[in-house]
């Protein structure tokens, strides 16, 4: 006679989680179905529907930057270059040379991931902030390029892209890349590729004389997340209908995607999911009428965030595995 | 009957940083099955010797061979990959990662291919941890963050790790400073079993002339970058020239 379940507590947890997920990731396939199409009202508008999409993008890219900086601890603040390629990749393409959308995205991953591997051996044998300020400084440069190399790029005016205004695409093409990244990662966290990132970002001399091929992990890692943000580039740029070097290499970006992964947990796979949806929502929530506002409030709680809660909102959650951003801070600046 | 080669050769080491002449001319060989003891001043050389020879740093002058080959230039996961492991006299353990994970991350690399490492550590390399775990009785702190253990158990665990990769050749970096009296003797008891039971090589950098003198069969005195002398414990150790530069002119007994 059986009297009581196997189930421990830690399972009921796991299962809820996961039921909780499912849910979830139901409620964002289902929701453009009720939003308003072609005149007919719905649940939600279709603002609602493209600032989604926009918060998919950003979690995708803050996991990206994770992905490096809060893997390996190498903190890139020049990862929008990657995001740049990619929409200029998918601008010119589509607007001088008439492509159709989808082999641009390839075209853009192939090229963000070749100068994500072309610029990482360049800059990641560089230590602590000198490795901050090269990354700042391949960013800047790529901006200027595309203001100058303007029979290719449009320059500072800038490229018109052929408008296609299908909100639900962009939603899903957004809300796909989304799951399939975190769920990569989250993958190659528990792989010993991911503890090898680890590795180096604990000790990466260490790591070296252990008989990991540093240069390798770091180079590959950086390619495949710059791949990833290429195309989150070329999506944003063909959504857009419209890019120009200032809008799509915005410094703000940066600070962004570093917020959104900072808020949600440095170094953990869902912290960059929740810190970028919690982002979005305070954006359109609580300062949709003080526009002029939000960057002095995003550095703010930033600042908060680092003093009062350095593990993010996955450590208050729990979750060891995670950076706590003020040592990840004074460590890399020793390095 | 063919010669075989040393297992470790360094031929005239040179290495300076800025002005300071850190190794001048430094011969050093190491035959499979040895336990070879470098003594010496803090400040000497010995661990710059330890740096130069795992492709830490690059060495100025002179060569390196390692099992026949020539690793001067070699980038120190090539040379680790090789079967040389080292300790470090600082302590390099992943503090942040767990003990176990330590050891996972220890592991030989680049025997099965890139892809190999797109899954979890293989059940054979976890197995494996455990019995180096246990070797070195860390086996009940196997999921505690390296960073929490004692300063001794820290020793201990990077010999576990150091061990990890099965390697040909150990290179112990004042493995037991800092270290209380029973642990010193479990190294101790560890570095003979090593030696004896697993025909390991293993070269000591040791303040301890009484561990170095219970374990090594043969010592290399450093001062000032340079080899001052070479032989038998016995030899070594009564030897004037070291007496003097070691023991400051007293002796052992003073």
């Avoid at chain 1, 949600?264 to 999911?273: K, Q, S, Y």
């Avoid at chain 1, 300062?287 to 995003?298: G, K, P, S």
């Avoid at chain 2, 996961?77 to 006299?89: D, I, K």
């Amino acid at each position: 006679m059986r009297t009581c379940t196997e189930a421990t507590r830690g399972q009921w947890i796991a299962g809820a989680r996961r039921v909780g997920l499912a849910v979830l990731l139901a409620g964002l396939v289902l929701l453009p179905l009720v939003a308003e199409r072609g005149g007919r009202e719905g649940m939600i508008n279709n603002s609602t529907l493209f600032s989604l999409t926009q918060m998919l993008m950003l979690v995708t890219l803050a996991s990206n930057w994770n992905f490096i900086s809060g893997l390996t601890g190498y903190i890139d603040f020049g990862h929008v270059a990657f995001f740049g390629l990619g929409a200029y990749s998918t601008g010119i393409l589509m607007s001088k040379a008439g492509w159709p959308f989808f082999p641009t995205l390839a075209v853009g991953a192939v090229s963000a991931a070749v100068a994500a591997v072309l610029i990482g051996r360049a800059t990641m044998h560089l230590k602590g902030p000198y490795f901050s300020i090269a990354m700042l400084g391949s960013f800047a440069a790529l901006r200027e390029m595309a203001r100058v190399t303007t029979p290719l790029t449009g320059g500072g005016p800038g490229l018109t892209l052929p408008p296609y205004l299908n909100r639900p695409l962009f939603y899903y093409l957004a809300l796909g890349q989304a799951v399939l990244v975190v769920a990569l990662y989250r993958w190659l966290k528990g792989t010993e590729f991911g503890l090898m990132m680890l590795g180096i970002r604990e000790d990466e001399p260490g790591a070296e004389m252990r008989g990991v091929n540093t240069t390798f992990v770091k180079t590959a890692a950086f390619g495949l997340a710059a791949m990833s943000s290429g195309i989150v580039g070329g999506m944003w740029a063909y959504q857009n209908t419209f890019i120009d070097p200032d809008i799509v290499f915005l410094d703000s970006r940066t600070i962004e995607i570093a917020i959104a992964s900072v808020l949600g947990g440095l170094g953990t796979i869902a912290g960059p999911v929740i810190g970028a949806g919690l982002l979005y929502w305070l954006r359109d929530v609580v300062w949709a009428n003080f526009l002029e506002w939000h960057l002095i409030v995003e550095g703010l709680l930033l600042i908060a965030m680092v003093l009062l809660l350095p593990n993010g909102i996955m450590g208050l959650l729990g979750d060891r595995s995670g950076l706590d951003v003020r040592q990840a801070w004074a460590r890399w600046f020793r390095r | 009957m063919t010669v075989r080669p040393p297992l470790l050769e360094g031929r005239r080491v040179s290495k300076s940083f800025g002005g300071l002449a850190a190794l001048t001319d430094v011969d050093l060989t190491v035959h499979t099955g040895d336990v070879v003891g470098i003594v010496g001043p803090n400040g000497s050389g010995k661990t710059t010797l330890f740096d130069c020879v795992t492709g830490m740093e690059e060495i100025d002058e002179g060569r390196v061979f390692f099992k026949g080959c020539d690793i001067t230039h070699r980038r120190p996961s090539q040379v680790a990959r090789m079967g040389l492991s080292r300790t470090f006299q600082g302590i390099r353990v992943y503090r942040k990662l767990t003990v176990m994970d330590n050891m996972l991350l220890s592991r030989q690399w680049g025997d099965r291919g890139w892809l190999s490492v797109l899954r979890p550590s293989h059940p054979r390399v976890t197995e494996r941890a455990n019995g180096l775990l246990d070797f070195v009785t860390l086996l009940p702190q196997r999921a505690e963050l390296a960073g929490s253990l004692s300063w001794g158990q820290q020793r201990l665990l990077e010999i576990g790790m150091a061990l990890m990769s099965d390697p040909d050749l150990l290179l112990l970096d004042e493995a037991t400073s800092g270290v209380n009296p029973t642990l010193v003797d479990a190294i101790s008891d560890r570095i003979v079993t090593l030696n004896q039971a697993h025909g390991k090589t293993i070269v000591l950098i040791e303040h301890n002339i009484d561990l170095v003198a219970d374990l090594c069969d043969r010592v290399v005195v450093f001062d000032h970058g340079e080899k001052l002398a070479e032989g038998g414990v016995g030899a070594v150790f009564e030897d004037p020239v070291v007496i003097e530069a070691y023991f400051g002119g007293r002796g052992l007994d003073a």
